[in-house]
């Protein structure tokens, strides 16, 4: 069966499409509108959809749109409850379910061809949990899903067994972990719905010292669930106004992340521990905005009975499109198998479900836009290259494969630069236009991590926190956050040859098999998808060598060449302009 999953209620709107239960397209909106987060999450805006990665998807996998056999919409109208009874104080939130009981016509819209009665809805958790609990390896496993809301909840505890979800527990509005999370962020400063993460590395450089208020105003109940009382931020530290002046980001306000930060972990491992005695499962997955958490996502690792914990990449609302479409593959009867026998969903296996472009292409782009470029196909040459311009302490933006799902740069879409060098944490938050108290990640080599981090491994996808040996500390100080802890990716070379190459190669030159990694965007902006916004982002940014594919554009080169790149542009331009005769 040929299902396309699609995102567009809430925000980070999406699409992926599952053929016979396997993922082989998945992206977010963002990346080809280059507007963060495809749109903000306001009720207005919930009739649009993601055209352009709906679009892709079917591109992709050479389909057209009377192939599909169904679309899955990760939202259910029908759940829907006037936001007075949700205890929410939104008087347009109607709008949301007036547009989503309307989105199988403005599918068909946006897809001709497409016959709104093959749209299905999908409730908003279970299409998290299917993210999780479908995407996962293995048969069955325990499912958490936490984030700001969907239709009616922000919860949902289950278990997945042989593709089938029994809900156990559905904590309802207005009790929210995210929402909550979502409103110290706006209080101190930063963007809801985007920010969040923010506020979690602001809470390394604070003491939880309101943990007793907080242990009484947000608790877990009997049946699995959880009760949030209304907080009022300011009694802890005043309202920080971003941009427009007042208060600044002081010690109260990094107090005040600490504590609900800590909170929230001891509330999920609570959460957590219920399920796992619920089900007795060795393997809990999850998803949802708030398993991008990846301080509580280790907390529950390290203090759960749980053997492993498989966070969904996209974790945030982007991944309901893929759980959408993963969902309808095991509940549709399949035309082909009498109407009765659905396809398994195959375990993902990567995050790398984006865009990609070939060698020859990426070249053709380099040419058109007059950039001069070198070319190493051999692949122990250019990680050769690669790493010692990178032991040279060079910043390198690298651009490999297909982009990543989710928001995390997994080494496909990345900025790398030398560990070793305090001044890259600086360096790096000064291109990308970032705050000075965010730290950066380490790229790993798998069969290494073990030996410098204690946490998770493997750790493919960015999803948890390590401790960083004490003898490392000092080794590779720029990824060392300020409480010793760095968010590691392990990258094992079976899966990411190219950089794995790079690595081992940068570890031979410098003793260090590990690299700086941050994604490959300035602020505000999404992340880098496509060639040209390589090269925009090469051109406005100091970075000293873009790596695409093959390719090799050294700033150096750049500047030496401009002069002549420009007047061969000029005369080609006035060449075109001359009239023919
Ligand atoms: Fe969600």
Known sequence: MKILGVNAVFHDPSAALVIDGQTVAAAEEERFSRRKHGKRPVPFAAWELPEQAMRWCLTRAGLRVEDLDAVGYSFDPALCLPAEH???????DHLRRTYAERAPWFLAEALPGLDPDDVHFVPHHVAHAASAGLAAPGPSSACLVLDGRGERASHLAGHHREGRLEVLAAQQLPH??????EGLTEHLGFLRSSDEYKVMALASYGIPRHLDDFRSLIRTTPDGGFVTEQIDWSRYAPRVAGEQGGPTLGRAHADLAAGVQRRLEEVLIELATWVHERTGEQMLTMAGGTALNCVANTAIARRTRFDQVWVQPAAGDAGTALGAALRLTTVLPDPFEGGSAATPPRPMTTAALGRDWSDEELADHLRSA??????????????????GALAADDVVAWFQGRSAFGPRALGCRSLLAHPGAQHNLERLNAIKGREQFRP?????????????????IPSPYMLFVHDVQPAWRSRIPAVVHVDGTARIQTVDPAAQPVLAAVLQRFEELTGLPAL???????????????PRDALELFGSAPVDLLVMGPHLVRRSDLFAESGHAGRRTEQRTVAALEPTR
């Open 370 to 387: 007059h950039v001069p470029f070198a070319t190493q196909a051999d692949l122990d040459a250019l990680a050769d290259e690669v790493a």
């Open 440 to 456: 950066v990640a380490p790229l790993v080599l798998l069969d290494r991590a073990a030996d410098i981090f204690d946490g998770p």
């Open 176 to 181: 929210s972990l995210g929402l909550l999370y």
């Open 86 to 92: 949700l205890g929410l104080s939104d008087p347009w």
């Open 516 to 530: 700086v990694n941050t994604s490959l965007n300035t602020a505000g902006r999404p992340m880098v998808d496509s």
